[in-house]
C-alpha cells in the first residue's frame, strides 16, 4: 500500500499550504497569499468576482458588466444584500458581447449601452466592470467611461476587473479603486479637525467598512451605534447610496469588518482625509461588546462609555436564555469553517467556543500570514488550518478531523452534504441575519437544527476506505453497514411520520394549500 504523507492525501505543491496549530511565538509554516496552484480545482473566485462582491450592494448604481453575457450571472440573486430603498442594483446589465465583437472591438457597444441605460434608470453612477475578454482584446474603458461622464454630467466609473489579473483580493482593490472616485473631498479645515477626540457636544461620526448588509445585518449593527449617540455615515458598502458614500470623508472614524476586502481603502482614508481606523466585528457576544467598548474608548465620553454598558448589559441578558439552551444542545460538537476572509474565520472561532462548540478544520482563500498567525494562536491544539484549499482536501479533512458541522459558503454546502455531515451557509446566500445579538441567536439556532436534524439517521457519514482491505473483513462490513443503515431509514421515517401528524405541522400544511390553490 502506498503511504500517505503529510495531514491529507494531496497535490505535492499543495502540502505546504496545510499545516496544524503552532505554540504561540513559533512561526507558522504555512505557505499562502499566492495564486492557486493550475489544476487544483481552488475553491477561489476571479477578479472580477470579488469587485462585484463589494460593489454591487450599492442600492442606486447600474452595474453594468462588459463582456459575454455569461459573466452577468453573478449578480444580485447569488449575494442577498437587502436595501432600504431604490433597488437598481438587483438588476444586471451586460453589453453581451459576440465574435464579431471580440474581432471589431466593443467600444462602441459599450458607449450605446451606458447612454440606453442612463436613459432608462437616470442612475447617480454607473460601475462598469471589465471581463477577461475585454483585457485580451484591448478596448479603452478610460476613455469610454470618461466621454460618457462628460456627456451625462454623472460618474461613470471603469472597474479593472478582467478576470485573469489576479485572485478575490485584487478584485476588492479594483472595487476599492472605484468607491474612491465617488468620495468628496472635505475642506482641509474639517481635515485637521479629525482626531480621537471629540467634544461632547459634537455627534461623533463613523463609518462601517466591509459590512454588506447581508440578509440585513446592518440593520442589527447601526441602532447599536446610534443608541450610543453615534451618527453611522454609511456601510461600504451594504445597502449604500452615491450621496451616502459621497459624504465619508466626514468620519472621525472607519469600523472595518472585512479587513480583507476594506483595509485597502481605510488605510487609503487615513492618508489621504486623516482618518483613523479600528478592525471590528459585529459577529458573536465578545467581538459585539468590543466593538461598542473600543469605539467608546476612541471617542474619550465617560457617557459614550456608560450608555455602551448600558446596551451591552441589556442585550445580554436578552439573548442569553436561547443561547444557554442551545450550548446545551450542541456544546462538544466539532466545526470545520472554511471562509473567503479571515476576518470572518476568526470571529466564528469566538462565536463557536461561546456555543461550547469545538474548531477542528478552519480556512481561507485570501488569509495572509499574519491572518493565518493569529488564527492559530486562537484555536486548539490539533486544529487543521489550510489556504486556498481544493474540494478533495476538504472532504478528507472533514472525514479526518470528524467534523459534525461546516461552516462556509455556496460552493461548500454540497461536500459537506454528500459526507452526511451538517452545513450552515455563512456566506452571502443565507437569507437569515447573523451580525448582532439577535443574529447571533439565529446563528445559534440555525447551527442547532442543522446538526439535529432527522435526517442525518438516515445517511451514514463517509469514512476513509484503506486500499488494502481483506475480502472477508470488507464483506462483514459491507454487510453490517448495509443492516445499520436500513435500520436508520427506518427509524427516521417513523420519526419524521410523526412530525408530519402534529398539530402545528397540519396547520402550516393546510395554511400552504390554501396559498397554492389561491
Not at 31 to 59: E, F, H, W
Not at 219 to 235: C, D
Request: aromatic share 6%.
Amino acid at each position: 500500500m502506498k503511504e500517505k504523507i503529510g495531514i491529507v492525501d494531496t497535490l505535492e505543491e499543495r502540502k505546504p499550504y496545510i499545516t496544524r496549530k503552532q505554540e504561540k511565538g513559533q512561526e507558522i509554516p504555512l505557505a499562502c497569499d499566492n495564486n492557486s496552484l493550475a489544476g487544483a480545482i481552488s475553491q477561489r473566485a476571479c477578479v472580477y468576482s470579488g469587485a462585484r462582491v463589494v460593489l454591487n450592494p450599492v442600492t442606486d448604481a447600474v452595474h453594468l458588466v462588459h463582456g459575454p453575457i455569461g459573466c452577468a450571472g453573478y449578480t444580485w440573486d447569488i449575494r442577498g444584500a437587502k436595501s432600504s430603498g431604490i433597488e437598481t442594483n438587483r438588476t444586471s446589465f451586460s453589453t453581451d458581447m459576440k465574435e464579431l465583437d471580440v474581432v471589431f472591438g466593443g467600444e462602441k457597444k459599450l458607449s450605446s449601452a451606458i447612454d440606453e441605460l442612463v436613459g432608462l434608470y437616470h442612475p447617480p453612477v454607473v460601475f462598469v466592470y471589465s471581463t477577461c475578454i475585454v483585457g485580451i482584446i484591448g478596448d479603452d474603458l478610460e476613455s469610454v467611461c470618461k466621454t460618457a461622464s462628460q456627456k451625462h454630467n454623472i460618474p461613470v466609473i471603469p472597474v479593472k476587473s478582467e478576470g485573469f489579473k489576479g485572485n478575490k483580493s485584487d478584485g476588492y482593490k479594483a472595487a476599492c479603486d472605484a468607491l474612491k472616485r465617488l468620495i468628496k473631498r472635505p475642506s482641509e479645515e474639517d481635515i485637521k479637525k479629525k482626531g480621537p477626540r471629540v467634544p461632547e457636544t459634537i455627534k461623533p461620526k463613523i463609518n462601517i467598512l466591509g459590512d454588506f448588509n447581508v440578509a440585513g445585518d446592518v440593520w442589527l449593527v447601526k441602532p447599536l451605534f446610534e443608541q450610543m449617540g453615534i451618527e453611522v455615515i454609511v456601510s461600504l458598502t451594504g445597502d449604500s447610496t452615491t450621496k451616502a458614500i459621497s459624504r465619508a470623508a466626514e468620519a472621525d472614524l472607519n469600523l472595518v469588518q472585512c479587513s480583507g476586502s476594506m483595509t485597502y481603502l481605510a488605510k487609503w482614508m487615513q492618508a489621504e482625509y486623516g482618518i483613523p481606523y479600528l478592525n471590528a466585528s459585529f459577529f458573536g457576544i465578545e467581538d459585539i461588546s468590543l466593538a461598542l467598548r473600543r469605539t467608546a474608548d476612541y471617542f474619550g465620553s465617560e457617557k459614550m462609555k456608560e450608555r455602551a454598558e448600558q446596551i451591552l448589559e441589556a442585550e445580554i441578558n436578552h439573548i442569553m436564555p436561547e443561547i444557554s439552551r442551545v450550548r446545551e444542545r450542541v456544546k462538544g460538537k466539532k466545526a470545520a469553517i472554511y471562509m473567503g476572509g479571515p476576518a470572518k474565520a476568526l470571529t466564528l472561532i469566538k462565536g463557536f467556543d461561546e456555543l461550547g462548540m469545538e474548531v477542528v478544520i478552519i480556512g481561507t482563500q485570501t488569509g495572509k500570514k499574519e491572518d493565518y498567525e493569529q488564527i492559530s494562536y486562537s484555536v486548539r491544539d490539533g486544529t487543521v488550518i489550510v489556504d486556498d484549499a481544493n474540494p478533495l482536501e476538504l472532504a478528507e479533512l472533514l472525514i479526518r478531523q470528524k467534523a459534525d458541522l461546516m461552516v462556509a459558503g455556496v460552493k461548500e454546502r454540497f461536500i459537506a452534504y454528500k459526507l452526511g455531515i451538517a452545513f450552515c451557509d455563512f456566506n452571502h446566500d443565507r437569507v437569515v441575519e447573523f451580525e448582532g445579538f439577535d443574529g447571533f441567536v439565529n446563528f445559534a439556532r440555525e447551527v442547532d437544527a442543522s446538526i439535529s436534524s432527522p435526517v442525518w439517521k438516515a445517511v451514514r457519514q463517509r469514512e476513509l476506505i484503506p486500499e488494502a482491505m481483506e475480502s472477508e473483513n470488507k464483506s462483514g462490513r459491507i454487510k453490517k453497514a448495509a443492516v445499520e443503515e436500513r435500520i436508520s431509514r427506518e427509524n427516521c421515517a417513523k420519526e419524521c411520520k410523526g412530525m408530519l401528524l402534529k398539530p402545528e405541522f397540519l396547520h402550516q400544511k393546510s395554511e400552504a394549500a390554501v396559498e397554492s390553490q389561491v
